[in-house]
């Protein structure tokens, strides 16, 4: 039997070694901290009872990759809750831009809603063949060329100019709102990516939670790792790879640059120079709230939705990622506030709710965005102060000190430039190899990026099964 060792048990790490596992490799995972799940950990961060995602929190790809599908994990666990609107991004003129499934998210659109159709209305109808290629190694022989190509076209594009299309204020809101996830100038070529696939994969899929906390997907990875007699070790941190014991296959599940530590001097020289080079991008501010009675949104919509963008109108995104960019804090950030409990009001005690929020900020922001966040926040809850009983704020320090892939902050896991986009985290055919022979690489700084969807782990899995034989 052949066997392999993945360090770091994120939720790349342990999709890894689940698909190995079930392939019939004897697989042990290693793990610095005390608790597996990296950014798929959840807690009570607040108060006793109150139950938080401690990153990562909906999850719109999850429900149909094969790195989750393929395991069964519904039978460790996993079930997936939605909210009864997916998101919504309220606006200073009144009102808000809903996403729900593609009928109902145009019927609200007004004027924009055809054009709406037009620009997502094909990737949604092919997600699932759009996955097969986008959520893989960028140089690939494409499955689905028209599909991939009709795709591309317009992810290619800066989202500036993707955003001309759409008529009204509040349709290029929602749109710009998604695009930001990608923690990047807007007005950038590839800006347009992460908002085409992530609105394709909620008129697909909806945006759900995991019903018990992100956790519960790391948790059931790990299950499926137990039953075929794997090993999952915690508390131990691993400095060298001559600490680890001869194996077929070594997996980390680590930024670029702690891979270049790790490896020392068997990584060959051009490799350790692009994972010492590795650039990360912009850094988050996460603030956990305990709100006695749920954020007070001036619009019903917003009370009703799992995600809340907040921050206005498109031309505000624009400003304010382009400002964290540059390393300047803007007057009002992006922030994203999570209501998962509406989905799964397990989370909650009594009439006391978690709300899950976090904002972009310069990449290692010393500072405290607390009030900006809660400023922008009030502008549309007025009164959320009055309801606060408790809160719980991981700055980017923080945050790197909780995992430690999280550079800076970079909860991304790596800059989404155009170009790091398409080079992740070096140019290779093989993007998982670290150049030494049996090791791998399978954090969320290879493609396709961050998430907790496990599929960097599972195509990292497919190139270990490939030297195995078994692939």
Not at 3 to 24: H, K, M, Q, Y
Not at 224 to 252: C, F, M, N, W, Y
Not at 369 to 384: S, V
Request: hydrophobic share 45%; net charge neutral.
């Amino acid at each position: 039997m052949s066997d392999a060792i993945v360090v770091g048990s994120g939720p790349n790490g342990l999709s890894c070694a689940a698909t190995l596992a079930a392939r019939g490799v004897s697989v042990t995972v290693v793990e610095a901290g005390e608790r597996i799940g990296g950014g798929a950990r959840s807690s009570e961060l607040t108060v006793p009872g109150l139950l938080h995602d401690d990153c990562s929190a909906a999850h719109p790809l999850s429900p149909s990759v094969p790195a989750l599908t393929s395991l069964g994990l519904d039978r460790h666990g996993l079930e997936w809750a939605w909210a009864e609107v997916d998101l919504a991004h309220p606006l200073d003129e009144g009102g808000a831009s809903m996403l729900r499934s593609i009928d109902a998210t145009v019927a609200g659109l007004g004027p924009a809603g055809s054009a709406w159709r037009r620009m997502f209305g094909p990737s949604a109808e092919a997600f699932e063949a759009v996955c097969e290629d986008a959520l893989g190694p960028v140089l690939h022989l494409p499955r689905h060329p028209l599909d991939l190509g009709r795709f591309g076209l317009r992810a290619a594009m800066p989202a500036t100019l993707l955003a001309r299309a759409l008529r009204t204020p509040g349709a290029r809101a929602l749109f710009g709102g998604v695009a930001a996830h990608a923690f990047s100038p807007l007005s950038l070529p590839m800006s347009s990516a992460a908002g085409m696939l992530l609105i394709s994969a909620c008129h697909q899929n909806g945006w759900p939670v995991a019903r018990g906390g992100s956790q519960a997907i790391v948790d059931a990875l790990a299950a499926v790792v137990l039953e075929h007699d794997g090993r999952i070790e915690t508390g131990r941190p691993v400095r060298s790879l001559d600490e680890l014991p001869e194996a077929d296959a070594i997996v980390l599940d680590l930024a670029p640059g702690a891979v270049a530590e790790i490896a020392g001097a068997r990584l060959p020289a051009r490799v350790a120079r692009a994972y010492r080079r590795y650039r990360h991008g912009p850094g988050a501010f996460k603030l956990d709230l305990a709100v006695a009675g749920g954020v007070p949104w001036r619009d019903a919509g917003a009370r009703r939705a799992g995600t809340v963008h907040v921050i206005g109108s498109f031309e505000e995104i624009v400003v304010a990622e382009r400002d964290v960019a540059r390393g300047r804090m803007p007057g009002r950030p992006f922030v994203l506030v999570g209501q998962q409990y509406l989905a799964d009001p397990t989370r909650s005690k009594g009439d006391v709710h978690p709300v899950w929020t976090y904002a972009h900020v310069p990449h290692g922001y010393p500072g405290d965005a607390t009030e900006a966040m809660l400023d922008q926040i009030e502008r549309f809850a007025p009164g959320l102060r009055e309801r606060v009983i408790a809160r719980f704020a991981r700055p980017p320090g923080e945050l790197a000190a909780y995992n430690p892939n999280f550079v800076g902050g970079d909860i991304s896991t790596g800059s989404n430039t155009w170009l790091r986009a398409l080079i992740r985290p070096r140019l290779a055919v093989d993007p998982y190899a670290s150049g030494i022979p049996g090791v791998y690489i399978c954090s969320a700084a290879t493609p396709p990026g961050a998430g907790a969807h496990g599929m960097n782990g599972y195509n990292a899995a497919q190139s270990v099964l490939r030297q195995l034989g078994a692939g």
